[in-house]
């Protein structure tokens, strides 16, 4: 199956509790897009978060860095509730990375910049480097945004979220705008993010194959809820042919 990660597969210990949700749920009407979701993602560990399509994939993930408000349950941060954090703070701590990257008309540095800026923040120019660095992209900081490619942009992006060191990276479908051998390069990213940043990462991916690239553990949701939440190949064993 050839999983290039290195990182944990199970949370062995109360302190490596990066992020928890206790019987998360959204409930929109009389329909329920998340259902009393419980999980437990460990610091350097990289959770694979998968499901059919409409399964609530990426409203769980909404919830986390309470883009979307839960309707009951809670998320705790290293064991702190997420609700005591204002939400300026709790984004910063869990970064989050689309399936596309959004970047701004400009070049690459200006990009890093914006967001520390709308905080009255800086970010100099070594560390414009280290980050353009850490994601594969050394000297680009001047490049403009329309002259990369698909691969690259994604890599800005996460260059942006990752100036805000987050401890929690949440990852929504962020290969599926590219092509395989792109995407393998991203995946690889994601691996040394986690393991480097000691990070934890949850990934939303309708691909199986991809979980067992990269993540130990996989959470499948149908209809909101958690049909099985375990090691990917268990999870693969059991829907791999959905
Ligand atoms: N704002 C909304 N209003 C109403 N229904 C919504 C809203 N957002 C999502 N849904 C519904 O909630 C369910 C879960 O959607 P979600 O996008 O979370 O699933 P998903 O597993 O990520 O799917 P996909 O793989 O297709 O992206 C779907 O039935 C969707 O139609």
Do not use: W
């Amino acid at each position: 199956m050839g999983a290039i990660s290195e990182s944990k597969s199970v949370p062995l210990d109360v302190e490596d509790v990066a992020l928890e949700t206790k019987c998360l749920s959204r409930k929109l009407g009389s329909k329920l897009l998340v259902d009393s979701v419980s999980v437990r993602v460990a610091k350097g560990e990289i959770l694979a978060i998968t499901g059919p399509s409409g399964a609530g994939k990426s409203s769980y993930l909404r919830l986390l860095n309470r883009i979307d408000e839960p309707t009951s349950g809670e998320v705790f941060l290293y064991g702190k509730n997420y609700r005591d954090f204002d939400t300026t703070t709790l984004r910063r701590r869990v970064g989050m990375v689309m399936q596309s990257a959004n970047l701004f008309p400009g070049t690459v540095k200006q990009n890093l910049l914006f967001g520390p800026a709308q905080r009255n923040e800086s970010i100099s120019d070594d560390r414009v480097d280290e980050l353009l660095a850490q994601v594969g992209l050394p000297h680009y900081a001047s490049k403009n945004i329309d002259t990369l490619s698909g691969g690259e942009a994604q890599r800005v992006s996460f260059a942006r979220t990752l100036a805000n060191k987050p401890e929690v990276l949440l990852l929504d479908e962020p290969t599926s705008a590219l092509d395989e051998e792109t995407s393998r390069e991203i995946e690889r990213l994601v691996v040394d993010i986690a393991s480097t940043g000691s990070m934890a990462c949850l990934i939303v991916t309708h691909n199986l194959q991809q979980a067992a690239r990269i993540a130990p553990r996989t959470l499948f949701l149908e209809h909101g809820k958690v049909a099985k939440l375990g090691l990917t190949n268990e999870v693969l064993d059991a829907y791999g042919s959905h």
